[in-house]
């Protein structure tokens, strides 16, 4: 009979060991994700802001504003769809 407990006991202890272990292994793979994310968020961040700068440059902001204040006045409508 006390052979059987120590082998509970025994199994217990395996079955806690790789409990801990696939949870350490979950959280280093979720901190790897985490920082391949961030790393793409500041690529696109970074892409965005280089083409904003770009469309700024060619498009003058009084045409902006127009464009955006017609869309309003017609409902969303633009001068070629009316």
């Not at 199994?11 to 959280?27: E, I, M, V, W, Y």
């Not at 979720?30 to 790393?39: F, R």
């Amino acid at each position: 009979m006390k052979c059987l407990l120590h082998h509970k006991q025994q199994l217990r202890n395996l079955q806690q060991t790789k409990k801990s272990f696939l949870t350490s292994q979950a959280q280093k793979a979720l901190d790897g994700a985490s920082k391949n994310v961030e790393a793409l968020m500041k690529t696109q961040e970074w892409m965005f802001k280089k083409q904003l700068k770009q469309y700024s440059s060619k498009v003058p902001l009084q045409e902006v504003c127009t464009a955006e204040l017609q869309k309003t006045t017609h409902g969303g409508l633009n001068s070629e769809t009316i």
